[in-house]
Nanobody
Framework: QVQLVESGGGLVQPGGSLRLSCAAS????????MGWYRQAPGKQREVVAV???????HYAGSVKGRFTISRDNAKNTVYLQMNSLKPEDTAVYYC?????????WGQGTQVTVSS
């Protein structure tokens, strides 16, 4: 089993920054990728950013140039640095770990961008 614990969400003004963290524990081998997804009220969950085991990254078009995903393999932790936040970034952010054919999810952390 895999456990994912997220932290770092909160309320921030437009233009501000937040950093999300997700620490993985348990059977963390044969991992394909880790990443962040988000779900806004009334919308489907969408990918935000993903980093593969080899280090390649993928970003949603809406966050490119503003968000940066990084991974500390020694700590089994993935980070999402979010800059220039916009009200439309408001959502619950979920950490994801892909291991073979299985997706594991964190409990989610709320990010609210509002003045």
């Amino acid at each position: 089993q895999v456990q994912l614990v997220e932290s770092g969400g909160g309320l921030v003004q437009p233009g501000g920054s937040l950093r999300l963290s997700c620490a993985a524990s348990g059977s963390i081998f044969s991992i394909n990728a880790m990443g962040w997804y988000r779900q806004a009220p009334g919308k489907q969950r969408e990918v935000v950013a993903v980093v593969a085991t080899g280090g390649s990254t993928h970003y949603a078009g809406s966050v490119k140039g503003r968000f940066t995903i990084s991974r500390d393999n020694a700590k089994n932790t993935v980070y999402l640095q979010m800059n220039s936040l916009k009200p439309e970034d408001t959502a619950v952010y979920y950490c994801n770990l892909k291991k073979l054919a299985t997706d594991y999810w964190g409990q989610g952390t709320q990010v609210t961008v509002s003045s």
